[in-house]
Nanobody, 124 residues
Framework: QVQLVQSGGGLVQAGGSLRLSCAAS????????MGWFRQAPGKEREFVAT????????FVEFFAKGRFTVSRDNARNTVSLQMNSLKPEDTALYYC?????????????????WGQGVQVTVSS
């Protein structure tokens, strides 16, 4: 059983930066691939980024390439999403998720445990 607790998020102006963190309050993330997803109002949840269990393989969705970076610290049992050059269209509820396995994956159904979500609002 893994329980994920998210922090970070908030309100930022366009062009600004935010860092989202995800920690395991129960269980360990060391052998699990992790992902980030987001859901904007009136839209379906979409994939943002993923990282494998060792942190050596990452993938970021096209809209976040060059702006978002996913990383992990297995010693601290945490995963982070650094978001730079934020745009108003990045406004959404952001979720971290723990995969069923250790391979980075973009598929939502591959994720078993989810954080509570944090709001990111980017003003123009």
């Amino acid at each position: 059983q893994v329980q994920l607790v998210q922090s970070g998020g908030g309100l930022v102006q366009a062009g600004g930066s935010l860092r989202l963190s995800c920690a395991a309050s129960e269980g360990t993330l060391k052998s699990i691939a992790m992902g980030w997803f987001r859901q904007a109002p009136g839209k379906e949840r979409e994939f943002v980024a993923t990282i494998n269990w060792r942190g050596e393989t990452t993938f970021v969705e096209f809209f976040a390439k060059g702006r978002f970076t996913v990383s992990r610290d297995n010693a601290r049992n945490t995963v982070s999403l650094q978001m730079n050059s934020l745009k108003p269209e990045d406004t959404a509820l952001y979720y971290c998720a723990a995969s069923k396995g250790n391979v980075a994956t973009t598929i939502e159904e591959d994720y078993k445990f989810w954080g509570q979500g944090v709001q990111v609002t980017v003003s123009s």
